[in-house]
């Protein structure tokens, strides 16, 4: 063998023990959460909708959004109960507001806001609790009809606001 092709056997030597080093920790994984061993279960439930404004859709698909999200990247199993941690929330705000206004004073900018409120609850390590209100946005052009534009608009706000939580909650940044 060459000496450039021992070097390499080398690396990827050092990498995997790193990376065995690194998933025997039992609290960090690679898809960025910081999980405890002990903890196995996880209970997400319905997100109420409190906004004035009401769209008819909006609690199930941050609801499914979010299940999807932890089933994707944790290891723990969803239950209807008593789970190690609970997940619940509400839509508090969702609203549309000028961001740009011409010179003849005409909106040439809508933005769509959604706000959340949730409760997580780590029953092994309370520690961890988190009680936190989340709210992301999206722009479009005032010449666009909302109802044109609403469900993309909706899909890319519970996109954002589904990494804010996971972030706060599991991954804990």
Same mark, same amino acid.
């Given at each position: 063998m060459t000496q450039g092709r021992l070097r390499t056997l080398a690396r990827i030597a050092m990498m *995997?023990?790193? *990376?065995? /080093?690194? *998933? $025997? %920790?039992g609290i960090y994984s690679f +898809? $960025? !959460?910081s999980i405890q061993n002990d903890v196995n279960t996880v209970t997400i439930n319905y997100f109420d909708y409190k906004a004035q404004k009401v769209n008819p859709s909006l609690s199930n698909d941050l609801t499914e959004a979010l299940r999807t999200q932890f089933r994707k990247m944790t290891r723990l199993e969803q239950v209807d109960a008593e789970a190690d941690l609970e997940l619940s929330g509400s /839509? !508090?705000?969702?609203n549309i507001s000028a961001t740009a206004i011409s010179s003849s004073e005409q909106a040439t900018q809508n933005r769509l806001t959604i706000a959340v409120e949730i =409760? @997580?609850?780590n029953n092994k390590h309370p520690e =961890?609790?988190?009680k936190k209100s989340f709210s992301q946005y999206a722009d @479009?052009? *005032?010449t666009t009809p909302f109802s044109s534009v609403e469900s +993309?608009? %909706?899909?890319e706000i519970v996109d954002k606001l589904i990494? =804010?939580? @996971?972030?706060a909650t599991v991954a804990q940044w």
């Open positions: *995997a023990a790193l *990376a065995m /080093i690194l *998933a $025997g %920790c +898809s $960025g !959460t /839509i !508090t705000g969702y =409760d @997580f609850v =961890d609790n988190v @479009f052009p *005032a +993309s608009l %909706c899909t990494e =804010d939580i @996971f972030n």
